[in-house]
């Protein structure tokens, strides 16, 4: 394939992550945050969503990650705005991979201390994210 | 030990294992994609009939490839951007186009790119003849 396909194919993978990464904290912000309804159904609701939403992140990661390193011939950090891309990638890469694996195992057993504590980890892979995105933006428009 | 402190340990295994196995594996994934672009740009240019690159024209055609094959094409016959075949613009006004970008249509890579690596871009260019 050629690098301008890799190329197309990180722009096209890359946004799913991010999104799912954002949607994950919200929905468990949600599911902590707001009164449950009688039926106990609100914040499982939530908290399922904010599940799969990490997993699947963590799982659109691997294309995005791949796709990236192929495009840049295998550059890890690079110069200019793609070290700075890299810098905030790294970091949110392996957050969000150990905070998917750890709530593949804890599921709905998180203690309200143990949540808050992942609840930050998420936010912080959030942000961390959508900053390699906004550098990876850069990257592209002003190269 | 709780499940929390377990799924801590293995969520923290998992990362470190993947961060390691993507860092271990990017050198041969460099070596492999540029042996295949190399490749790629060996029969871009026997297609074109073009002299091989040598020298500067060689790394300005690495660095296009890196950063300007996704809007010129491969084979710098155009794509999202316009061929650069045959240019008849002078160095200077490429190297302002390159520095400075054109607005809504093309970024700017004075930022990225320095006196030499824009040296090595033009004689890449000036290769370019159909």
Known sequence: MTNALWAKMHGGTTHFPIALVMASVVFDLAGFLLPDNPGKTRRAGFQAAGFYTIVLAALGAFG????????????????????????????????????????????????????????????????????????GGELLLNG | MSIEAKAALLGSAAALALLGVTFGLSPF?????????????????????????????????????????????????????PSLYDLKKTDGRITRIIEGGIKGEMPRFGTKFNDADIQALLAYLRTLKS
């Open chain 1, 64 to 135: 995005a990650v791949v796709s990236g390193l192929v495009m840049s011939q295998g550059q890890l950090w690079g110069r200019g705005n793609l070290a700075r891309h890299h810098v905030f990638l790294w970091p949110a890469f392996g957050l969000l991979i150990g905070l998917a694996n750890w709530r593949l195992v804890v599921r709905d057993r998180a203690s309200p201390l143990g949540f808050k504590i992942y609840l930050a980890g998420s936010t912080l892979t959030a942000v961390l994210m959508a900053t390699a995105g906004y550098w």
């Open chain 2, 29 to 81: 994934l460099q070596s492999a994609t540029v042996a295949a672009s190399k490749e790629q740009s060996t029969n871009i240019i026997s297609a074109a009939a073009s002299p091989a690159l040598e020298g500067e024209a060689k790394r300005g055609h690495s660095l296009f490839d890196h950063n300007c094959a996704h809007c010129h094409g491969e084979d710098a016959r155009g794509d999202e951007g």
